[in-house]
């Protein structure tokens, strides 16, 4: 049996896992993007399901004004005496050279909570972890930012105890790694045979990621990094026990951010970050990544198997040794556990959204929507643009794979031109292309595309005149890089409306404030007048296909 990555597709970035009895758990990032922290659950390492989101009270997370792919990072989710712990960072500002990374720390008796209020850690940098000692201990290591230009080392980490009575972080922070030439971040200590490992990404989250292993006979260090002769090593990189860095070939790129875990049987797997990219590039004269692959996806968790050497150090459980991913992983010795599929249409007949939606910064409450007003349709009470980073109604779903279409049917009748709701494919609130229904002085009701590529906005299709009275039925069919969007008023007869468009541009590496997190599709409702006006909505669906089979992957 073959575990097929990415095991999380679309904009899952930074996984973090452990085992608990026989479930296993994984965390990953979720930027602005609320509520905070996606959790998936499994029985098997194969099958996964999302769970509860642990960061789902306004007073646990406050997003309102964070940038793009800033707000929640690099969650780590620990386990110990019957308690869940859960460490991350809420950063406030990073585009400028002073960084807000606000460590915190959530605790609960059960995964599926209710998750405590927020606990202030230290906050020298991001990607913080936790570690269980055996002896009852508790520390915490992170990354550490430095303003300063230019910086006095590449990369550095500092470990500081942690007191669980006290709730609060106790004694010296103590650096235990500094270098002038190999960034560290995303770290996490593990404990075995007297041995502790010093588990870190490297070399940033592009192409050039990786994953290195260092080790101590003291948690304070110091720590001797793994080197071996199976490593692809030039210059001054670091020396990576996972990595595609010389390899563009690979259908997983940007591969590192990894943790471990344990099965009840003995074996060891590392889940990691990913990204699987187009074809299409930046420009050559781009002013951020010239040349660079592109990514709508984002980054995805994949698993790969690991063992321990007779030296007790780290590698990829393959034929070859070398450093490289596969895209299909041995499936431990466990029974496979399935779970339910889901539909692809949302009738919206449910008192609460789905779980795979998630909202821009603030939760949906009823200022922003109700499934109840109108049962069987979520009412979207327009609210601010779509440049507002405070109070957006909008509702959105990773894309998971290069093959999709997503559509939805309103019921919208906007009185003037500031009024607008529809369909939008997004990356972050300056790069989207959004099918819309709005109002003309003299056409009336109309229909259109608005597009915003870092911040510069164009109508390609000017404005077209639609029935009035009716509901509209809205779709974009992507295909990697390219979109065609729908309009009509019966499924069996949709029109063509604007020329295919290129979409590449909704990309890590393509946008030019934010690129950790990937491409949403959704639905959203504005009002700029300030009254309110609502649109409502019968059904939103997605229908993805395989990316390398073309099979229709809802049909399953």
Known sequence: MKIKNPILRGFHPDPSIIRVDDDYYIATSTFEWWPGVRLHHSRDLVNWELIEYPLNRTGQLDLRGVGASQGVWAPCLTYDKGIFYLVYTVVKAFYCNMYDTNNYLVTAESIHGPWSDPIALNNFGFDPSLFHDEDGRKYMVSMVTDHRVPKKYAGRL????????????????????????????????????????????????????????????????????????????????????????????????????????????????????????????NSADAPRFPGSRRYTLGRETAIQKVRWTEDDWLVLDKETLDSLPETEADAP?????????????????????????????????????????????????????????????????????????????????????????????????????????????????VISILKAENKR???????????????????????????????????????????????????????????????????????LTGFGKAADFDWFEMKTYDNDSGRKLWEQ
């Open 158 to 281: 500092v470990l500081q105890e942690y007191d669980p009575v006290r709730k609060e972080m106790t004694g010296p922070v103590r650096e235990i790694y500094a270098a002038d030439t190999i960034f560290l971040e995303g770290p996490h200590i593990y404990k075995r045979n007297g041995w502790y490992y010093l588990f870190s990404a490297d070399m940033g989250t592009g192409e050039a990621h990786g994953q290195t292993i260092q080790r101590s006979r003291s948690v304070w260090g110091p720590y001797e990094m793994y080197r071996a002769d199976f490593m692809e090593h030039t210059g001054e990189e670091a020396w990576s026990i996972l990595t595609c860095r010389h390899h563009e070939e690979l259908a997983l790129q940007k591969c590192g951010h990894g943790d471990l875990v344990e099965t009840q049987g003995g074996e060891w797997y590392m889940v990691h970050l990913c990204g699987r990219p187009l074809t299409a590039r």
């Open 457 to 527: 906005y164009e109508y390609p299709i000017g404005f077209i005149p639609i029935e009035e009275g009716r509901a509209i039925i809205l779709k974009g069919k992507v295909e990697g890089e390219r979109i065609q969007f729908y309009f009509g008023y019966a499924e069996d007869a949709l029109t063509e409306i604007g020329p295919v468009l290129d979409c590449s541009f909704m990309s890590d590496e393509a946008c030019l404030e934010g690129w950790f997190t990937g491409a949403m599709a959704g639905i959203c409702c504005q009002d």
């Open 333 to 445: 010795k466990l029974p496979l556990c399935p779970f339910p599929g889901k539909a692809a249409r949302d009738d919206f007949n449910e008192e609460e959204l789905d779980r795979e939606y998630q909202s821009l910064r603030v939760a949906m409450d009823a200022h922003y929507i109700s499934l109840t007003e109108r049962p069987g349709f979520l009412r979207m009470y327009g609210r601010s643009g779509l440049a507002s980073r405070f109070s957006q109604s909008l509702i959105a779903r990773r894309w998971t794979e290069f093959s999709f279409e997503a559509s939805a049917c309103m019921e919208f009748e906007p009185e003037v031109f500031k009024q607008m709701a529809g369909l939008i494919f997004m990356y972050d609130d300056q790069n989207y292309l959004y099918l819309h229904v709005s109002h003309d002085e003299e056409l009336g009701k």
